[in-house]
């Protein structure tokens, strides 16, 4: 049984920064990929990050891209989101996933399709105020 545990978010101030970490437990192997998600208020979730277990290769979306960053540390099993310089939209609740079995390139090209990954966490708000 795959299951995802993200920590607890919180309030942020524009501009500021905020660390999430995802605990992954069921499957740890390197072919994986292991992705993070948010939606807004009235919008759809979208993917913001991905990274390949195996590779440690990294996938952004544009609109976060120079400002978040995802690692990872396979010791612990856990992914990590670094969110930096952030801004009102970035609000809003985060979710990581996994793709156990994904290949890089399939990461790569379809790290932002929520229909491409099988287990999900149940995710964590963050709040960013002015």
């Known amino acids: 049984q795959v299951q995802l545990k993200e920590s607890e978010g919180g309030s942020v101030q524009v501009g500021g920064s905020l660390k999430l970490s995802c605990a992954v437990s069921g499957y740890t192997y390197s072919r994986n990929c292991l992705g993070w998600f948010r939606q807004a208020p009235g919008k759809e979730r979208e993917g913001v990050a991905a990274?390949?277990?195996?590779?440690?290769?990294?996938y952004y979306t544009d609109s976060v891209k120079e400002r978040f960053t995802i690692s990872q540390d396979r010791a612990k099993d856990t992914v990590y989101l670094h969110l930096n310089s952030v801004k009102p939209e970035d609000t809003g609740m985060y979710y990581c996933?996994?793709?156990?079995?994904?290949?890089?390139?399939?990461?790569?090209?379809?790290?932002?399709?929520?229909?491409?990954?099988?287990?999900w966490g149940q995710g964590t708000q963050v709040t960013v105020v002015s």
């Open positions: 996933a996994s793709r156990p079995g994904s290949t890089d390139g399939g990461c790569k090209k379809r790290f932002n399709r929520e229909n491409e990954y099988r287990y």
């Open positions: 990274i390949y277990v195996g590779s440690g290769n990294t």
